[in-house]
T-cell receptor, first 110, second 113 residues
Framework: GENVEQHPSTLSVQEGDSAVIKCTYS??????FPWYKQELGKRPQLIID?????GEKKDQRIAVTLNKTAKHFSLHITETQPEDSAVYFC?????????FGKGTMLLVSP | NAGVTQTPKFQVLKTGQSMTLQCAQD?????MYWYRQDPGMGLRLIYY???????DKGEVPNGYNVSRLNKREFSLRLESAAPSQTSVYFC????????????FGSGTRLTVV
């Protein structure tokens, strides 16, 4: 089955800095890669996703890049704000069932 | 639109007790999922249902059973709870098609003592 590795497990940045979270996956058949944000005590919420036929996707301050050859994808957050503090999960899927990484706790200090 | 509704939000069980976690979605989604979340372990799939009438095991199915009662409802049952099942449980549903993310419920925090 699919295996998703996520790094780093924790990331501390100053407000205004950029943050990058990286994931690798094992199954070359995977073709859908969503990212979820989970605030403390809340449910995970989809923030951005990318399909295998696209190399990069942006939505305001967040972007995701995908390198299918290397089987890795990354989340980029620019101009970080304190409200970006949360746990971020990457995931991969070939058809429907998502396999999640273990998560990255992002802390943005004012 | 409520989205995905889970009940209860909190539960404390004694070892050996049984309980059913309820999940219902009002988005007419075909696929539904149960995940558990443990510190440092991410979200791990317990069971899923690709459509009404079908269920399949995920990564960590031992100690659990599921029922897809109808298109809206997907329940998770613990027949004899164990302390290792202390976790936060999330139900999710998914739009038809392979390129759609999940909508999660608000979770059930279960403690087994």
């Amino acid at each position: 089955g699919e295996n998703v590795e996520q790094h780093p497990s924790t990331l501390s940045v100053q407000e205004g800095d950029s943050a990058v979270i990286k994931c690798t996956y094992s199954d070359s058949a995977s073709n859908y890669f969503p990212w979820y944000k989970q605030e403390l005590g809340k449910r995970p919420q989809l923030i951005i996703d990318i399909r295998s036929n696209v190399g990069e996707k942006k939505d305001q301050r967040i972007a995701v890049t995908l390198n299918k050859t290397a089987k890795h994808f990354s989340l980029h957050i620019t101009e970080t704000q304190p409200e970006d503090s949360a746990v971020y999960f990457c995931a991969a899927s070939e058809y429907s069932t998502l396999t999640f990484g273990k998560g990255t706790m992002l802390l943005v200090s004012p | 639109n409520a989205g995905v509704t889970q009940t209860p939000k909190f539960q404390v069980l004694k070892t050996g007790q049984s309980m059913t976690l309820q999940c219902a979605q009002d988005m007419n989604h075909n696929s539904m999922y149960w995940y558990r979340q443990d510190p440092g372990m991410g979200l791990r799939l317990i069971y899923y249902s690709a459509s009404e009438g079908t269920t399949d095991k995920g990564e960590v199915p031992n100690g659990y059973n599921v029922s897809r009662l109808n298109k809206r409802e997907f329940s998770l049952r613990l027949e004899s709870a164990a302390p290792s099942q202390t976790s936060v449980y999330f139900c999710a549903s998914q739009s038809p098609g392979r390129y759609y993310g999940y909508t999660f419920g608000s979770g059930t925090r279960l403690t087994v003592v």
